[in-house]
């Protein structure tokens, strides 16, 4: 996820309509009008969220088909993930690589037995298929799905009010996939999304969104957030919002996605390295990175935003905020960014700059707030 700033007329999703009847205020973000808030406001969206279930419009997001027998083994060229291996009915977290090891865009993958459902960040979604259209082509065929909405569903009540319309969903555990008939269309669904809340994305067809997402939002459980409870949910979560905390000049190792990187892709792995940038992201992985991403918790009521230097004790610059707010559930500020390796140790004491003075803030554990993924 990322927004960017061009003079191209702003795009809508088939939501649009819905969002302005529900009384959402609308803002530039990505090419698109999207939500931000609705009447309800950001921070009791937020809570609703956590405490019962949001719906989000995340429909300006890239979705594509690869088809064929080899597109595993083709996607695998560009990612420094396992797919191969990726079992039918599940979803895995991926990252696009350049050259140099930096991150051209965070993504999702899904098999679906005869091909592979991938979906981009919107702000990267014109890059991201032009990447595959030019590598993967003539391995497999790079299907861009235009014609598909896509619809969060994030909460503790998610799998409730889901199971009241597709009984079968109850099944799903955290990162499995189905497709699954929904208000009459036929839908992808995983069981997955960007708040650390259990829940659901779904990808239907665009005729039918509006239809989806009135009986959702029919549901006791049920209201429509925006993207400002949107970020401030990812953020709690410990979550990257690309283009703030990951970028094409920030590597997975860096920003703390070892984990991501699929140990049968590693130097000792099955398959290592075959895709950009995998000499320097192997190497880094061997001895280390001068930075590292990690989370912040300001030690007074100040916010502390992106783009804020962090300083020592001595006043030399350590490193950046890349992400910063208030997160509700924690009724304090909270923050992401980048500092020296030797500092990134949690409950190392820092400052950032906030106009011009130094606000504490302490390196702390992410996620902020437990995840709540359902694993079965």
Not at 280 to 290: D, E, K, P, R, Y
Not at 329 to 341: F, R, S
């Amino acid at each position: 996820m990322s927004d960017n700033h061009s003079d191209a007329p702003l795009l809508r999703t088939p939501l649009f309509d819905l969002h302005v009847s529900l009384g959402a205020k609308m803002v530039p973000f990505a090419g698109y009008e999207m939500p931000v808030q609705y009447p309800m406001g950001i921070l009791s969206e937020h809570v609703h969220t956590r405490t019962q279930a949001g719906l989000f419009d995340v429909s300006h997001m890239g979705q594509v088909f690869l088809h064929g027998p080899d597109a595993a083994a083709a996607l695998e060229t560009l990612v420094p993930v396992d797919i191969i291996d990726l079992p039918v009915g599940m979803q895995r977290y991926a990252l696009f690589t350049n050259e140099t090891g930096g991150v051209m865009d965070d993504l999702m993958v899904a098999n679906f037995g005869d091909r592979l459902f991938v979906v981009v960040n919107a702000a990267c979604k014109a890059q991201d298929i032009a990447h595959m259209q030019k590598h993967l082509s003539d391995r497999c065929e790079v299907e861009v799905l235009d014609g598909r909405a896509l619809l969060a569903l994030q909460g503790p009540a998610a799998a409730a009010v889901l199971a009241r319309l597709a009984p079968e969903t109850a099944q799903m555990v955290f990162m499995t996939t189905a497709t699954v008939t929904l208000a009459g269309a036929l839908c992808f669904v995983s069981r997955s999304g960007y708040t650390g809340e259990d829940g659901f994305e779904i990808s239907v067809p665009a005729d039918k969104a509006e239809a989806l997402a009135r009986e959702l939002l029919s549901q006791p459980e049920v209201a429509p957030i925006g993207l400002g409870a949107r970020d401030s949910l990812r953020l709690e979560a410990g979550l990257c919002l690309y283009g703030h905390d990951l970028d094409q000049n920030t590597t997975p190792v860096e920003s703390s996605l070892l984990w991501a990187l699929s140990k049968p892709r590693r130097a000792d792995g099955a398959r290592p390295g075959g895709y950009p940038g995998a000499d320097v992201i192997l190497g880094q992985i061997a001895n280390g990175v001068s930075r590292k991403r990690v989370g912040l918790r300001p030690l007074t009521r100040v916010p502390v935003r992106e783009g804020a230097e962090i300083v020592d004790a001595g006043g030399n610059r350590v490193g950046i905020v890349t992400s910063g707010g208030f997160g509700p559930t924690l009724e304090a500020p909270v923050a992401m960014g980048y500092v020296q390796t030797p500092l990134a140790k949690p409950g190392t004491q820092l400052s950032a700059m906030v106009r011009g003075k130094p606000v504490p803030i302490e390196v702390a554990s992410t996620p902020f707030v437990p995840q709540r993924y359902y694993r079965g």
